[in-house]
Antibody, heavy 119, light 107 residues
């Protein structure tokens, strides 16, 4: 069974940093692209960032470009999102998602980790 | 950026009736379109990818159609467990984008 377990969320002040992790199991981690998607309270889904199988290619939403960094450790089956210069508008539930075979839709999602940016 | 527009925002349907949800792209996404279902307090679930291919375990009452800029998700006979918010997502071009969602509620 595919499982994705996010961690690392919490309350942080504006301008602060946070590192999210997503531990994966139940599939060949190194064979799939991975993605972070977020959902602000009461709002819809927003794509944040995707990383390729090897980690050589990364993609970001304009809203986080230059502030967030996605990475992966295929030896640890873990996906990361380093978030810096956090803003109130980054407050959301952050989901880790596994991409489909060769395509960038999301066939499995974690339960999410809450990030709250507030003073 | 490709803007995905879903309509209607809310759809009121009686159990057993048919529901038709629309998703329009601001430019062609070919067949690179996915649909997700999200129930309150739950994680999104993939329903459809490639505009019309059902994901594993998705009941046959869910069907997707369309290509280019116009897409439709049809639920042939609504069951109580189908009342939820549905999102479309294009993956033809970066940045990936979602529609704003359609809430399917009980009439």
């Amino acid at each position: 069974e595919v499982q994705l377990l996010e961690s690392g969320g919490g309350l942080v002040q504006p301008g602060g940093s946070l590192r999210l992790s997503c531990a994966a199991s139940g599939f060949t981690f190194s064979s799939f692209a991975l993605t972070w998607v977020r959902q602000a309270p009461g709002k819809g889904l927003e794509w944040v960032s995707t990383i390729s199988v090897s980690g050589d290619s990364t993609y970001y939403a304009d809203s986080v470009k230059g502030r967030f960094t996605i990475s992966r450790d295929n030896s640890k089956n873990t996906l990361y999102l380093q978030m810096t210069s956090l803003r109130a508008e980054d407050t959301a539930l952050y989901y880790c998602a596994k991409d489909g075979v060769g395509w960038y839709y999301f066939d499995c999602w974690g339960q999410g980790t809450q990030v709250t940016v507030s003073s | 950026e490709i803007v995905m527009t879903q309509s209607p925002a809310t759809l009121s349907v009686s159990p057993g009736e048919r529901a038709t949800l629309s998703c329009r792209a601001s430019q062609s996404v070919s067949g690179s379109l996915a649909w997700y279902q999200q129930k309150p307090g739950q994680t999104p679930r993939l329903l459809i990818y490639g505009a019309s291919t059902r994901a594993t375990g998705v009941p046959a009452r869910f069907s997707g159609s369309g290509s280019g800029t116009e897409f439709t998700l049809t639920i042939s006979s609504l069951q109580s467990e189908d009342f939820a918010v549905y999102y479309c997502q294009q993956y033809n071009r970066w940045p990936l984008t979602f529609g704003g969602g359609t809430k399917v509620e009980i009439k």
